[in-house]
């Protein structure tokens, strides 16, 4: 019975850090549309609802640290909720990424965008679903999937690299631009991050399921 009664209260931190992930693949996907629809209101609503993704993270983390304090776990059933505690500053992270880009969006004020913003919703696009497929595996605690998700980042960097020169090429001919091109650079290099702390949930799944902890890096592909 106690058992069970631990299985079913991990089983709610488990819901609860995908509820997390959720909000936080809103956040980063909406941040990006209201950049690329230059809508004020938009952004100032995902400023205001990063609160929420803190809050929600601290109230994981407590249930987690009341796990840990009353139920005294080992091995398997530790190196869970010890990673869980880790995956959920990742997600918090990742919402701090999509509130930066919000900012990015309000300082910019009424200046145009330097360009049609068409590789940037790619990049968050893929981090987004990079995230959900990873607290998919984190949940199943699917090792095989964790370590095939990381290899993707080389996708994300290919698409920063292509922004980087793309921008550095609008400074070159109007040195004018360069405000305007290190705005989207910022919010490239969030986007970049995103990917790269989901690598960091992926490392945890595996070291949850077996144990064993290992940088992954899309070169082992």
């Known amino acids: 019975m106690i058992r069970k009664t631990?299985?079913?209260e991990i089983q709610q931190v488990k819901d609860e850090v995908l509820a997390l992930g959720s909000m936080v693949e809103h956040a980063i996907i909406g941040s990006v549309e209201a950049l690329?629809?230059?809508d004020f209101k938009a952004?100032?609503?995902l400023i205001a609802e990063d609160k929420e993704i803190n809050r929600k993270r601290f109230d994981i983390e407590n249930q987690l640290m009341i796990l840990i304090a009353t139920q005294q776990p080992m091995a398997h059933d530790l190196r869970l909720l010890a990673s869980t505690m880790e995956i959920i500053s990742e997600l918090e992270r990742m919402g701090?990424?999509?509130k930066g880009i919000a900012n990015i969006n309000i300082r910019m004020g009424e200046e145009k965008l330097l360009k049609p913003l068409i590789d940037i919703p790619r990049m968050a696009e893929r981090g987004a679903s990079m995230l959900h497929r990873a607290l998919t595996a984190f949940v199943n605690e699917d090792v095989d999937t964790a370590?095939?998700?990381?290899?993707?980042d080389d996708e994300v960097d290919e698409l920063y690299t292509q922004i980087y020169h793309e921008l550095m090429m609008f400074i070159i001919q109007d040195p004018k631009s360069i405000e305007r091109?290190?705005?989207l650079l910022w919010v490239a290099h969030n986007l970049e991050r995103v990917a790269d702390r989901v690598t960091n949930i992926?490392?945890?799944?595996v070291f949850i399921a077996t144990g064993?902890?290992?940088?992954?890096n899309s070169s082992d592909g």
């Open 212 to 216: 064993e902890f290992s940088e992954i």
């Open 36 to 38: 690329k629809k230059r």
């Open 147 to 152: 370590k095939k998700i990381p290899l993707e």
């Open 6 to 8: 631990f299985e079913h």
């Open 202 to 205: 992926c490392e945890r799944t």
């Open 96 to 98: 701090d990424y999509a």
């Open 43 to 45: 952004s100032e609503k």
């Open 181 to 183: 091109a290190n705005w």
